[in-house]
């Protein structure tokens, strides 16, 4: 698992750690963690060309330190100040004392570097960069040198991945002590480029429970349902699917195939597409309807391809876990799923999100995170957001928020996300909680699609057929 802390909660963890060490000994662990981590990269350091950017906090004294420490190793350092009367003293001063230079120009020390340090702002950064800080910004990542942002990359909102303004666009990213929710939600995540986390020895004064988590492999194996040799169709469990209309059957195929790969024992199809889904699945247990006539079930799928046809509340009076998805999301009533006693898992992309929460799809796009926890205390509800960082949050903030590390800009594709539904309400009536199953369906979607796609467009019928390749990954 990868967790995130935010910037509150690791400067008290900063706090307790500097108590018991002499002064200034943390910074030096993060330059010299950051200085190592670049020198790998860069290969040979004697003769580099690096330039510093030096903003007027200790973003910017861990970033002088570092460039001390590589100057030191015979690389040629300079440094650009951008609040050149405010910048870290002691980290000038062992920049200097190191051969370190402060650069006249900062344009033609970006136009010839190799690498490029962002120390412009950390976790202390608010608002995106300063406009003195835009043209140098733009310079680096316009230059052919390496860029790594330290801790963060400076102008994105290290607690929302929020970016309101601009930002630098870094190749890498050196993060300290801990990772930050910016790091791991778009759109900041995007500015990261891959992320290296150095330890300072922060761990023992975190919290027990992040804000935000990503599953890797070893933790979606542990969640996926495994048949015993006691297991029967019926306790793996039956997922019931309701879904398609004249006008979109493929819906309902496609959430059956997401369903069939996602470890119920049994897929039962309700609606006006069951000539289709059998003639592609004829494992397929199908029903004309109403869902409630359709026999057990020990989760229900809600709402792809449905088009205007009721029936939500219908399924949502269920007693077990209901995922709603897509056309079963308008107009949902926060009542009625907040009255639910049994889960329920709602999976909106952004534009269905933004209709719930009644502002625009913009912003729910530049603030992931802050909208799939609002919609999940509007709804008390898991609510998975789809997106480019697949985000899945429980109500009233009990739980950190799943963040999905596979995605893939391929699955922005039509039916994608009814596999998707298919396949985490599958694993909800394979017994998941409706956070894990989000949040493992999500994970196997994505490296799914990443088999599928293989560098072209992939198809979302060729998602669901990867699946099987996705779960023998997760094992491997
Ligand atoms: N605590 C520790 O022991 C350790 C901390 N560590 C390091 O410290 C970093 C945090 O340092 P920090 O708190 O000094 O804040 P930081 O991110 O450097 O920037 C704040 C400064 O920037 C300014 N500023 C604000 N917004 C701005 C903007 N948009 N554009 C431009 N400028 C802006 C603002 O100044 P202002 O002009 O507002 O007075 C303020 O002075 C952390 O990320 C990690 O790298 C590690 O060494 C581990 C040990
Ligand atoms: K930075």
Known sequence: MRIAYRVETVRAAEQELIARLPDGALMQRAAAGLAAATAGMLGRVYGARVVVLAGSGDNGGDALYAGARLARRGAGVSAVLLAPDRAHPDGLAAFLRAGGRVADDPYDVLAAADLVLDGITGIG????????????????????????????????????????????????TVTFGAYKPGLLVDPAHAYTGAVRLVDIGLEPHLPSVPDCEALQHADVAQLLPVPTGESDKYRRGVVGIVAGSARYPGAAVLAVAGALHGGAGAVRYVGPAADDVIARFPETLVSAGPPAKAGRVQAWVVGPGLGDAPGVEEVLAADVPVLVDADGLRGLDPAVVRDRAAPTLLTPHAGEAAALLGVSRAEVESARLRSVRELADRYGATVLLKGSTTLVADPGGRAPVRVNPTGTSWLATAGSGDVLSGLAGSLLAAGLTARDAGSVAAYLHGLSARHAANGAPLTASSVASSLTNAWRDVYA
Request: hydrophobic share 45%.
């Open 125 to 172: 950064g608010h608002g995106g960069l300063r406009p003195d800080a835009v043209p140098v910004a733009r310079a680096a990542r316009g230059s052919n040198a390496l860029v790594v942002a330290v801790d963060l990359p400076s102008g994105i909102e290290a607690d929302s991945g929020e970016v309101l303004g601009e930002a630098l666009h870094a190749d890498a």
